[in-house]
């Protein structure tokens, strides 16, 4: 910083935060693009953008409760954390992005980006971590979103939906999710995220459905064409091109549509519980890579054909796997958990260490006689209070909470970080 523009202190108000802000920014705006600065500039960038990172740091962590008070009527407004950024950005100058800064963000490649997400990471960290804040985030993620409630009349009529990256049918009480991505081998992206919760919303919305299944269609990729493949994992092509982002993607995925897997919708419709849960069975094929193996950590049935394979290669793309970094040592057990998640390590449907990730396995051509077996076990009638009951002591929602408000900002991080700019380059010009 100059000398006419001092450090101020850690008791910093908004007024000196907005002012600090506007001061990086036009720092920034003067500089070339991230790729394009030399060592002088990129120092100056980092310094300026370290100064203002921790004051950020410092303001939401002694004003959470109060920042989200304001932001959501005094905790009477449910705000979902793409909504909650934005109000942020107004009630709160200098705090975060605004929608200008995150609309130029979008329009460029990952390696082009300022970062301007790690500053939405750091406020929705504080916010998470916020004893009365953070548990009314997590139930406003928790509500049926308006796409869902805009299609459910004409899903409870019709029993299907038709979508880009998911495929849902209700059949005889079974919600069939298919996951359609055949060109690209369902890797993930924002697009199969909206669409999942979409699905999931409709599937336990229905009243008719007792049980949700997820599985992968027929691919029409070259290496897999004709054949089921459950995912790849994210679309690191889309990661390297800037179209991976934090909030709508990452979080969400997390927050939203995963966590009603666990959880269910908050619907508030019954005295006996606010949530409407399901049973959710998962039927893979081929493999399940990196988000499509955290997938399998939240379902009450897992069905995978003697064939397949499973892994979990953020750590070695440089990015954290969702939240199986907390769930996958409940499985697996600690040692096979850093082996997975810290080396790389690839498991095998048919090997010892695959039977603590699946419950059963099956040779490929008997996996839609086993998906039928699998799926009338799952109906019975305690099994959705019991299946409530195991998630309630394996994943209270405090810990779960915890664990995801230091995500938001470590993977903020990370999806920033020189080495992973440098690994998915590679994919700019072809899918995963």
């Known amino acids: 910083m100059t000398a006419d523009h001092p450090a101020l202190s ?3 108000d908004l007024r000196a935060l907005a002012g600090e802000a ?31 990172r921790a004051m950020r ?29 934005r109000a942020a950005a107004l009630a709160c100058p200098g705090l975060v992005p605004t929608d200008e800064q995150m609309a130029a963000e979008r329009s460029r490649p990952q390696a082009e980006k300022e970062g301007r997400e790690i500053d939405q990471g750091i406020f929705l960290r504080g916010i998470l971590r916020a004893p009365k804040a953070g548990p009314h985030l997590l139930d406003a993620m928790l509500r049926p979103t308006a796409r869902a409630l805009e299609l459910l009349p004409g899903f409870i009529e019709s029993g299907v939906v038709r979508m880009e990256a998911v495929r849902l049918e209700r059949r005889d009480g079974v919600a069939y999710l298919t996951l359609c991505r055949d060109d690209c081998l369902n890797a993930e992206d924002a697009q199969q995220v909206d669409d999942m919760e979409t699905a999931v919303d409709l599937a336990l919305l229905d009243p008719s459905v007792r049980v949700g299944l997820l599985r992968g269609g027929e691919m029409s990729h ?6 089921r493949v459950f995912c790849a994992g994210i679309n690191l092509k889309k990661l390297s091109s800037g179209d991976i982002p934090l909030v709508d993607f990452l979080l969400r995925r997390e927050l939203g549509y995963i ?24 039927a893979v094929d081929s493999f399940a890579i990196g988000g499509g193996a955290q997938l399998l950590l939240v379902f009450d049935h897992v069905l995978a054909a003697s064939d397949a394979y499973f892994s979990l290669p953020a750590a070695t ?19 096979v958990a850093r082996q997975v998640i810290l080396g790389g390590r690839r498991i095998r449907a048919d090997e010892p260490d695959a039977r603590t990730i699946v419950d059963e396995v099956v040779p490929p051509e008997e996996m839609d006689a086993a998906i039928d077996g699998a799926l009338a076990r799952l109906g019975g009638d305690a099994v959705r209070a019991n299946r409530r009951m195991l998630n309630l002591a394996e994943e209270p929602p405090a ?17 920033y970080g020189a080495d992973v700019i440098g690994k998915v380059g590679g994919f700019a010009g072809r899918a995963r």
Do not use: C
């Open 10 to 12: 850690p008791g910093l």
């Open 317 to 335: 793309e440089g990015i954290i796997p969702g939240a199986a970094n907390y769930r996958l040592s409940r499985f697996t057990g600690p040692r």
């Open 57 to 85: 740091t410092d303001f939401v962590e002694a004003h959470a409760e109060e920042i989200y008070d304001e932001l959501t009527d005094g905790r009477t407004r449910y705000r979902r954390v793409d909504e909650l950024v």
């Open 259 to 282: 966590q009603k897997i666990v959880r269910g919708v908050v619907t508030a419709d019954s005295w006996h519980s606010r949530f409407v849960d399901k049973p959710w069975m998962a």
């Open 222 to 227: 070259p290496r897999y064409r004709g054949r």
């Open 22 to 52: 506007r001061w990086v920014d036009d720092l920034l705006a003067g500089l070339p693009s991230p790729s394009g600065r030399d060592a002088t500039q990129r120092q100056a960038a980092a310094s300026a953008l370290d100064k203002i």
């Open 399 to 415: 810990e779960f909470g915890r664990y995801m408000a230091e995500f938001a900002l470590q993977q903020a991080l990370r999806i």
